[in-house]
Structures are given as C-alpha cells and as structure tokens.
C-alpha cells in the first residue's frame, strides 16, 4: 500500500490508517479524528470511524487519541445508581456515624458544606498570581503518560498558547499542585466535614515542626486540565477519600466499587506490563460514569477505582484525607501500594505514623468519656480492630527504623504497648461479658420478702428410683476438705406471698436442683403458718420413716448420694446452697442424753459404789 497526506495534518500515513469521507473523498489519519462520529473538516459531511478495523502494528497506549475515541463509543452503567445526592447542610459527621461513607456523594451546591472557593471567574492566571511563577510543578504528559517537571509560569505560557496554530500537539495536566504553604488558602478553604474528619488536622501534634515529622499536608490541591486530558485507573493514594469541587471546565469520571474482587483485579492489572493499553474498566462487572458540571462538588470514599476523562478545559479544587469511617480500607491500600512498590512520592506522607496518632487520639477520647465507649459506631470498632492488628506488625518490621524514631522523636512520644493494650481493652469491652453464676432475686408485685425457710436433710443411704449414677462422672469436681458422710447440707429458700389465685399472670418459673440427700426423714424449721415447700420436700417415703430408723441410718455412716427436687413456683427469691459441717441432725425430745465419752453414767458410778457387779445385771 502506498502513502498519502491526511487532509488535517498533511503528515503521509499508511493508506490503512487513514479514514475517507464519502461526499468529498478527502482521506484523513485515524488519529486526527477526536470523535468516534465527526465531520469533514472541509465538507462537514458526517463521518463514523469504525476502530475494529485499524489493526496498528502500535498498541492502543493511554490517553492517546485513538484511546480516547474508543473510550467514547463504550457504553457504561449510569452512576445514578450509586451516588447519592444530597444538600451540604445534612453532610455531617453524624451522618457517617449512622450511615458509613461506603459510596460517593454529591452536592450540586456549596451552600451549607463550609468550603470557600471563588467564582467561575477565577483562572489560571489567578493561581499563578497567588502561587508564584517559579513554584514548580509536575505536570502530566497525557500521551506518553510520563511526568514533566515545570514552573507555573511555563504552565501557564502553555495553556495560553495550547491552541494557536502551529504550536505542539502535546497535552499536559497538572493535578499535583498543593497549596497549603501559598497565598491561594486565602481564597481556597476545604469543606467543614473534610476539617472535621480528616486525621491530618485532628490527630497529629500541635507542634509538627520537627525535622523528622512533617504534617501531610493533602488537604488542599488545585488541579489545572487542558482539554483531553486523561487520568488512568487508580486508586487515590494510602486509601485516601476525596473531596473534588469543578469551578469550571466538565470531568467525566469512571468509577470502579472497591469489592474484593475488583481490587485484587486491580492489584493484578497494576503488574501487567501492557496496563497502558488495557481498559481496566473491560475487566471488571461494572464501570460507572459520572459526569459533572461546574459548581458540583463530589466526596469519593477510601478505595474507590477511576479514572479520569477531561473533555473541556478544566480548573478543579480539592483534597484527600483519612478517617475513621474506612480505616479498614484505607490500610488495605497502603499494604497494596507496598506490594507492588509504589515511588514513595505517590504515597500518602506518614500513613503509619498518622495511624498511630489517630489510634491515640481514639483512644484519649474513650478515655476522657466514659460515656464515649457505648457510642461508639461500628466504623470505631472497625477502625480499632484494623489497629489492633496493624500497629504492633508495623512496630515490629526491621525495615521501619523510621517509624520507630518517628514515634520517639514526637512532641507527644506515643507508648506502643501501652496504646496496644487499651485498643485490646476497648474491644474486650465491646464484646459479650461472660456470666458468673450468682442468686437471683426474684419480688413480688408489692416488694415484700418473706422470711427464710430453712430445710436440713441429713445423709440417707437408700437411693432413689430416678437416680442415674452417670451424673456422678460429668463434672470432676474437687473434693470437700474432710468432710464427714454425716455431715447435712443446708439449703436456704427466700419465698414472697403467692399472687392471688385469680390473677391473670402466670408465672413458669422452674428449677431444678441437684442435692446431696442425707435422710428419707427430713426435719424442717419453717417461720410461716402454712409451708408452700413442705410437699415438694417430703415424699411418702419421707413420712414413713420414723425417728429410730433415722438413727439407723446415721450409725451406718454411709456416703451421701444424690437425689433430683424440683422446686417450681413464681415467688422463689433466692436459692443458696451451703454446708453445714460440725452439726448433727437434730433430736427428738425424748430421746435420752448421752454422756460424754470417758464419762460413767450414774447407774456405773453406783454400783461402785456399793460394790456390786454390773455384768449380771441383776441388781438393777
């Protein structure tokens, strides 16, 4: 094939790269055509470019014409469907409180958000003014996707001339100016909910002037595009969100959910050699776009993926900043950026040691409010379990000598073990206390108590026909301190007045309590008329059995075996169990007193006396 001139550059291309309108003829490159359907330059007859056919021994690179062209003829998911649009008098922190900050936010006006900004007037010519033409910048080549140092003064003879004949087809866009040390903070002031939340402003020391620490300052950037301009899938850095206000210009955003598996496909598009001419928007289920128009200004959460299309010239304000709402976030892109080892110029300044500083003042707060520990949101507890686990591995690394001297060189020096052990006890709070066993007090309506029933039973060696001995091997327990078989168990009752027979509540409360039994003859001492207990405790067998065998049974000296009583009612207090050791049942009255052992009894110290020999008996 042979070469011709396009009819726009007038530069000879291969034939096969050339696009012909069909009224004229008039062949023109591929590349010069900015639109998937332009015009003839000369007739402004209509003309469709179909791309499928262009097979350039070149790839596709990023933010090349070509790019561009196919990237207008894709069709994408509306963002509609995952930004919300709100006034700037209901953003506020207690609505991330209640709500999180998991998707991007839209203001159509910045009534109510606390932010200064100046009118659509304002231009380039103005931040120079207020920056200073030697203030260097790193401008971006947007078809080679490469970096290029320059003054603004430079930048703005560019953007002055950009569109003159004859001049350079380069693009450039600077999104790297931060302002915070010149005279544009006069006229530019963040958003209140960004001075509010971000961990720059509200966490580090009063006094960051130490050589070692510098206060990140990535609160305040103003981004200067000239037309075309073309920012590839990213992520913004250390998990930053984004505050983005247009004065003027249009952006089309194309915006990416950070799931799991949209950033593990990011992590692994990053390692791709041939990343500058893959869509990474092709790769994933859903690519959103969103364009805005001036005067919007949108808050993009930690972690979202997108680019960045600018078809009109273009003068954007805004920021980045951390906070509790997506710290979880936010600390998995940073281990990101680790990973595929990202220039420290394009990483959040102090991302770990701003971490320690925002796990500190978390934790200050929780300590100088007590009530601050039960309203903390679930994005605290989040924030303080990501924490919990990153400080100490961070601590740890041989390779961050500099966080360590960082630490130590604060105005405020931060204790690491000590900032461990609160996060631990903030989230031991936080969770489910196990239960001691204790009594439980259970009133009456009216609140009276009733004295103590008091029920002794002594040791009995018959066992009862619903005893199952397997009982006797669940629970190893430790074994009584010399306790003797005869030794009774006393178990306490606390009772309230019944409720009437006729009210309309029922009460189901039943337990049952597993008990030492020590006698089928069981003695009570009850301080009421009538004994509610008295049925529950005797059974038949109980009754039947009379004084002499009881004795028996305490002769016998056998163990204690265990027996089930069920004890149900809605008017027990309090139910305490305890040993009674050194106490012998009780004894009827009639049954005579025996001498102490060692002592004769008065029948023994007669016959002494007179002499008589007890063995027959017969005197007596």
Known sequence: MGEVKCSACEKAVNERHLITCHFCSRAYHYLCIPQPSSVCFVCETPIHIDFTKFNSPVPITCGSKLYIAALNSKVFFSADEIIESISGHDLDEDRFKKRGFQ????CEEEAGLGMRVPDASFGIDDVVQYCGEEFRVDAIDVYQQIDVSMTLGEFQHYFRTKDLPGRSDKVYNVISLEFSQTKLTEVVHPPRIVTDLSWASTVWPENPDEPIIVNPRVARYCLMSARGSFT???????????WYHLLWGEKHFFLIEPTEKNVQLYEHWLKLPTRHSTFFGDLVDRCYRCVFTP??????????????YT???SLVFGGNFLHYYNAAMSVKVFELEQRVKTPDKYMYPQFQLTCFYAAKSLVDQISNDRHAKRHLSPYHIECINVFSEC????????????LRRALRASVDPINVKKLLTSLNKVLHHKKTKSHKTKSHTLHS?????????????PVVPEVDSDFNSSHLNQRPRAAPKKMSPKVPLTLTLKTTDARAADSSETSDSSFTLRLPVPSDAVDYDAKQTEDPWHDLVQSPDDQSTGANGKRKMERTGEPSLTK??????????????????????????NEPKKPKKGMATAKQRLSKILGISNRSGRFF
């Open 391 to 402: 400080l100490d591995r961070w601590f740890r690394d041989d390779h961050n000598e500099h």
């Open 564 to 589: 089930r009583i069920k004890i149900s009612g809605d008017n027990a207090e309090a139910v305490s169990v305890s040993q009674s050791p050194n106490k012998s049942p009780q004894k009827s009255a």
């Open 103 to 106: 998707f991007p936010v839209l």
């Open 445 to 457: 309506e009216s609140g009276a108590q009733q004295p103590n029933l008091t029920i002794r039973i």
């Open 311 to 313: 078809p009109k010239d």
């Open 295 to 308: 005067g919007q200004t949108v808050f993009l959460p930690a972690g979202w993926i997108h680019a960045v």
């Open 232 to 242: 590839d899938f990213h992520i913004d850095f250390g998990g930053t969100s984004v």
